[in-house]
């Protein structure tokens, strides 16, 4: 899993890719009428884990296009992946790499949080969804949103949830998301 970067990294990914092969596609929610066969989707791209060399291949820059990120030198890059690589069965960040230019094109993260309660469960969290603007409307983040979702029931979460924005509600209505009566989302924001 791990080759000797050019840089001197070692590149590896965040998690086992095997289980993103083992995921039962029939359990996808969402309708596809293009994409024949979901985790190899046509023109070149490929759904896998997070690399450490995702780096050097525009993943930050993608994130740019979802939020604040600020300038993340390679080493800052490094030691905050390998912190989460260091929290097993934890950090699963998808990501969608065109093997034409050599860029990641799409992500989402799904963070399962380990519990006491509903007898040491797991609670999924669906976080940082992002398509490129070049390549939005391919069917692409109804696949990633699908993937977190399986892969959340595969990991034995007894529940999966997001926060999202009203444009987006539809969107995540279509993979069983659905807005609870009577529960608020809240937060406090200390910096951007
Ligand atoms: C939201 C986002 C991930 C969707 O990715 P995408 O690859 O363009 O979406 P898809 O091509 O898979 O679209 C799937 C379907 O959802 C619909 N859809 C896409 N975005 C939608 C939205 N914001 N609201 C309602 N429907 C939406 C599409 O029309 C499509 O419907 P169809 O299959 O019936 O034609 C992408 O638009 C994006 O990255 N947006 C900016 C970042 C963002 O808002 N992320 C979510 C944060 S909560």
Do not use: W
Request: proline share 3%; hydrophobic share 35%.
């Amino acid at each position: 899993m791990a080759d000797v970067h050019e840089n001197g990294y070692l590149d590896e990914a965040l998690f086992d890719p095997s289980v993103l092969n083992q995921l039962d596609m029939s359990q996808f929610k969402a309708e596809y009428k293009n994409v024949t066969t979901p985790l190899t989707p046509e023109h070149n791209l490929q759904i896998r884990p997070l690399h450490l060399e995702d780096y050097d291949k525009g993943y930050l820059d993608l994130l740019k296009q979802l939020t604040t990120v600020g300038d993340v030198t390679r080493e800052e890059f490094v030691d905050r992946f390998q912190k989460m690589k260091a929290c097993p069965d934890t950090y699963y960040i998808v990501v969608i790499e065109d093997l034409k230019s050599g860029q990641i094109i799409g992500s989402a993260t799904l963070v399962k949080e380990q519990k006491f309660i509903h007898h040491l469960s797991s609670r999924g969290r669906v976080e940082d969804v992002i398509v490129s603007d070049l390549y939005r409307g391919k069917e692409l983040g109804k696949l990633l949103v699908d993937i977190l979702v399986c892969l959340s029931q595969q990991l034995n979460c007894y529940k999966v949830s997001l926060e999202c924005k009203d444009d987006n509600l539809k969107f995540y209505c279509q993979f069983g998301f659905e807005r609870t009566p009577g529960q608020n989302f809240m937060q406090q924001r200390f910096y951007d």
